[in-house]
């Protein structure tokens, strides 16, 4: 395949970014479009070039620190993760527009990389869950029911990626609170600090810069792990009770 790449290039926080336009050929579509980048960053280098700075570790869908906006969508055009998208997606002779997550809260790091240390400090405000320490607890000392057990694995899935707060125009992260929330809340162990953990995590995510819910799921659609919309609901359904209780 053969690719032109419009890539968004800052020097680090505080200088002016521009779009920068790459030719790259010889892309293999079964390559991964991080591995695209690699290939580009090879002749980059080559050519005594500044490489384009981008953020990975796992590169198996499951750290969340790859994502990137992708002709505008976050982790592009499939229900994945960066790492995990393949350039199979793309068509020989395509433009790719590159840019990093867009969010007041994610402050330019340099280039494609954004500081989500923010989304960090909302789980540290989340607080302590209560398990007793020392040997493993009897199987099944703790009764959960099966579906508790299910929703809570299945919101547990969040990467804290970022898709959903440079997807949503408000610029929230309501999906990403809602599935940590919805996640602790749905166990036993989560009950007792309850109140205290929507309390402190929505104020240090207002405190962040986070733009407000209205509903409109952009978030959900970028999700790489399927969040659903209604982790919101419950977030708020926690919020209302824990104020209720005099939080
Ligand atoms: S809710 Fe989805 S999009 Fe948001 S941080 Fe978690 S995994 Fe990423
Ligand atoms: S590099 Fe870990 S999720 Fe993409």
Redesign the pocket.
């Known amino acids: 395949m053969n690719l032109t790449l419009k890539i968004w290039r800052q020097a680090d926080a505080a200088a002016a970014g521009a779009m920068h336009s790459y030719e790259l050929s010889d892309v293999s579509p079964d390559m991964s479009f991080l591995e695209m980048l690699d290939v580009l960053n090879e002749q980059l280098n080559a050519k005594g070039e500044d490489p384009v700075a981008f953020d990975s570790d796992c590169r198996e869908g499951i750290c969340?620190a790859c994502?990137l906006m992708i002709n505008g969508d976050?982790?592009g055009p499939e229900v994945t993760t960066t790492c995990q998208l393949h350039m199979r997606s793309f068509s020989d002779g395509e433009t790719i527009t590159i840019e990093p997550w867009r969010a007041d809260a994610f402050p330019v790091i340099k280039d494609l990389i954004v500081d989500r240390g923010a989304?960090d400090r909302i789980i540290q405000q989340g607080g302590f869950i209560s398990v007793n320490t020392g040997s493993a607890p009897e199987a099944h000392s703790v009764p959960v029911p099966r579906d508790d057990a299910l929703r809570a694995f299945n919101v547990a899935?969040?990467?804290?990626?970022?898709?959903?707060?440079a997807?949503c125009p408000n610029g929230s992260?309501s999906?990403?609170m809602?599935?940590k929330i919805t996640h602790l809340g749905e166990l036993p162990q989560g009950q007792p600090e309850r109140d205290t953990r929507v309390v402190n995590m929505v104020a240090q995510h207002d405190h962040e810069g986070f733009g407000g819910c209205t509903n409109i799921g952009e978030?959900?659609a970028?999700?790489?792990?399927?969040?659903p919309l209604d982790?919101i609901s419950q977030l708020n359904k926690d919020l209302r009770t824990a104020l209720k209780h005099g939080h």
Not at 222 to 227: L, M, N, Q, V
């Open positions: 969340g994502g976050a982790h989304l899935t969040c990467i804290g990626c970022g898709a959903c707060v997807a992260a999906l990403f809602g599935a978030c959900t970028a999700c790489p792990k399927e969040i982790v």
